[in-house]
């Protein structure tokens, strides 16, 4: 295959795809599901927002791109990378992935950090591995550090995740994930530590590498703002299940299933007229503890019977593909 030919079919490939993936712990009758027909389709060049409540699946879904899943877990449907069968690699083909074409900025950076040593060593250590040259490696990790605002990055390099803020030590993860210009970045809560200011930068930053590199970025958010600000789609998980997924700006205008409006209205928002933030009643279920039908009826004002009798099909509803028997009424 020629040079052209390679680069053609890199930018066909989809930088992420998740395929009816469903995930258990344990066999037989102490199996504990916790994801469910799964799908999540992330092309080159393109950022993918995963919105939902604490605990519904997103981090998993995420985790699960780069084959990083829990202990005793079974699955079952398709996770593909670029052209890699996630699910059917073995653990060189997996550090090859993780180490070359998919980075995951984790929410905790403490818990990303190797306490004992030092952030050059972090930062170079990937480049290093691809046999970059000493000296250049820094040169770029200086480079990385000084684009996601850390002040004296010849300083940076030479200290411990301990010497830095909750936020300082954020931006030294995203510069990680940067440095080996990945085809897949998947972004967990990404600048949840971060002021608005920094969140911009950041978000920026972002947005000029994938520009660059044609990266394709699943973005893991509770921040619906910004899930509509820099989203191309949007998708939104309640209990192990993917509910809805649309466009951006018409998820935001135009929700089309209870729970995706429910999250809309229990945010505050600084556009459009003053309204009253509205609570959603109950609380989260896991996927192993979710009613029967659709998860979502025991807190849905819409539900009835109906919605009891199996998990509601997708369907198209104007600009949003929906798991809801009746979205003509959450948007009428």
């Keep these: 295959m020629t040079v052209l030919a390679k680069k053609e079919a890199t930018a066909r490939r989809s930088a992420l795809g998740v395929s009816r993936l469903s995930l258990t712990i344990g066999r037989d009758e102490n199996a504990i599901p916790l994801l469910a027909d799964v799908t999540v389709r992330v092309e080159r ?92 490696a820094t040169g770029q990790a200086l480079d990385l550090l000084d684009q996601v605002g850390i002040r004296n990055p010849e300083g940076a390099l030479r200290r411990y995740p301990h010497e830095f803020s909750g936020g300082m030590l954020q931006r030294v993860v995203i510069a990680g994930a940067l440095s080996t210009e990945p085809e897949l970045l998947l972004a967990d809560e990404p600048t949840t530590a971060l002021d608005v200011t920094t969140q911009a930068e950041v978000i920026g930053l972002l947005k000029t590498m994938q520009q660059a590199h044609r990266t394709g970025i699943l973005f893991v958010t509770h921040d619906l703002d910004l899930a509509a600000a820099i989203c191309d789609r949007v998708y939104v998980m309640y209990a192990g299940r993917i509910v809805e997924q649309a466009p951006g700006s018409a998820l935001f205008t135009a929700p089309a299933h209870p729970y995706t409006k429910a999250l809309l209205e229990a945010g505050p928002s600084v556009h459009g007229d003053k309204v009253a933030i509205k609570a959603i009643e109950g609380r989260p279920k896991s996927l192993a503890e979710a009613p029967s039908g659709c998860s979502f009826r025991d807190r849905c004002p819409l539900a009835d019977e109906e919605c009891a009798a199996g998990v509601p099909p997708l369907r198209t509803h104007g600009a949003s593909l929906v798991t809801c028997i009746r979205p003509e009424q959450v948007t009428p």
């Design 45 to 136: 060049g393109e950022t993918v927002g995963l919105v939902g409540e604490s605990g519904s699946g997103k981090t998993l879904t995420a985790r699960a791109a780069l084959g990083m899943l829990p202990r005793g877990a079974h699955t079952t449907g398709q996770v593909t990378v670029s052209d890699l069968d996630v699910l059917a690699a073995g653990r060189k083909r997996l550090r090859d992935l993780r180490r070359t074409r998919a980075s995951m900025i984790f929410q905790d950076p403490w818990a990303s950090l190797n306490p004992v040593r030092r952030i050059g060593d972090y930062l170079t250590e990937g480049l290093r591995a691809r046999g970059v040259p000493a000296r250049v």
